[in-house]
């Protein structure tokens, strides 16, 4: 099984929302992934958190706050979002190291307006 | 630095026609790559990489990819398309971060777009 799940499916919300992503695995991966995939583009990694912790930050404004409670789940807050911010935002998991795959969620839809 | 880059912004062939999606790579050290696709709306679905060894690498849904070193290129291949494998298909390479982190950062290319006429 290689399922990651994310909800919700689609978000709508104003620039001065508070809102919050979802990402779950139980394949007993330690690696999570966060990405932003603008349309018909490649997905650009913004957070990389490995055993719980925060290893990467790709430079990602300050209104996406990452959080990973345990190791099945991962979280994005959003907060005073710009309309640029609409994109699809997928997770991921992986076993890490160096051979790992990164296997991706379906994406949750943002739309901020 | 490494890179991938896929040269067709889109492909087109008929239905049971084979198909081939172009992906060139320039990496440091040893190429760890991979190709994803990505359906309509979906998330990115895992359908093959190469790691070392046979140069032909077998993967889901019938496709295939062949790593070749001397020409730098990894090409996606699948001897009779369907109208199904129509869908953006991104080819990655790994770039590891450190096993401090022991986490990969996949570096995509552009993507491909295909689509399989009836």
């Known amino acids: 099984d290689t399922e990651v799940t994310q909800t919700p499916k689609h978000l709508v919300m104003g620039m001065t929302n508070k809102k919050s992503l979802k990402c779950e695995q139980h394949?007993?991966?330690?690696?999570m992934y966060w990405y932003k995939q603008k349309a018909k583009k490649p997905p650009e990694l913004m957070f990389v958190?490995?055993?719980?912790?925060?290893?990467i930050n790709e430079s990602v404004p300050s209104r996406f706050s990452p959080e990973c409670p345990n190791s099945s789940l991962l979280n994005l807050h959003l907060h005073a979002l710009q309309p640029e911010d609409s994109a699809l935002y997928l997770c991921?998991?992986?076993?890490?190291?160096?051979?790992?795959?990164?296997?991706f969620g379906p994406g949750t839809r943002l739309t901020v307006l | 630095a490494q890179s991938v880059a896929q040269p067709e912004d889109q492909v087109n062939v008929a239905e049971g026609n084979p198909l081939t999606v172009k992906c060139t790579y320039s990496?440091?050290?040893?190429?760890?790559l991979f190709w994803y696709v990505q359906y309509p709306n979906r998330g990115l679905q895992f359908l093959l990489k190469?790691?070392?060894?046979?140069?032909l690498v077998k993967g889901s849904y019938g496709f295939e990819a062949e790593f070749n070193k001397s020409q730098t290129s990894f090409h996606l291949k699948k001897p009779s398309a369907l109208v199904s494998d129509s869908a953006l298909y991104f080819c990655?390479?790994?770039?590891?971060?450190?096993?401090?982190?022991?986490?990969?950062?996949?570096?995509f290319g552009t993507g491909t777009l295909l689509a399989v006429q009836p």
């Open positions: 958190y490995s055993y719980e912790k925060l290893s």
């Open positions: 991921a998991s992986g076993r890490g190291g160096v051979t790992d795959t990164q296997y």
């Open positions: 990655a390479v790994r770039h590891f971060l450190g096993y401090g982190g022991a986490t990969n950062k996949l570096i």
């Open positions: 990496v440091s050290g040893n190429p760890y």
């Open positions: 190469y790691i070392t060894g046979d140069n």
């Open positions: 394949m007993g991966h330690r690696a």
